[in-house]
């Protein structure tokens, strides 16, 4: 498919379709070329004027949504309440039965149980002992 066409360089290429498209414009029908002039007019006023700022509001609706997004995906991660470090032991804190945190010192005497008294022996035992349950 040797045509005069393929043959050329691409400059003489462009030259002769520049050529062929200013005949045909000057050759135009003149109510023709004045709906075409009419359309450009209408399509150029409607791309500048009123999709302007929609386009505008696009462009910084799509940042601004990812940056919600991503704000929203830390809050969730986020821990809420501490967390106790791997391989630390566990404390429980024991309320009281009037609702306070047990602590250090012993409760008064008038309101311990008396048999907790009875064996102090087996509870100092106890507690110098460090055996704990065997599990089944």
């Avoid at 386009?55 to 501490?82: E, K």
């Amino acid at each position: 498919m040797n045509t005069p066409e393929n043959d050329m360089p691409n400059t003489q290429l462009e030259q002769r379709a520049r050529a062929l498209y200013h005949e045909a414009a000057h050759n135009l029908d003149p109510a023709i070329a004045g709906r075409l002039r009419a359309a450009r007019r209408e399509a150029l006023a409607v791309g500048t004027g009123a999709r302007q700022p929609q386009h505008h509001f696009a462009r910084w609706l799509v940042p601004s949504g990812a940056c919600a997004a991503i704000a929203l995906a830390a809050l969730l991660a986020w821990p809420s309440a501490p967390r106790p470090m791997p391989g630390a032991p566990e404390t429980a804190v024991v309320a009281s039965s009037t609702g306070e945190a047990d602590n250090a010192l012993p409760p008064d005497p008038e309101q311990a149980d008396p048999n907790l008294y009875q064996n102090l022996d087996f509870y100092g035992w106890l507690a110098a002992s460090d055996h704990s349950a065997p599990t089944h």
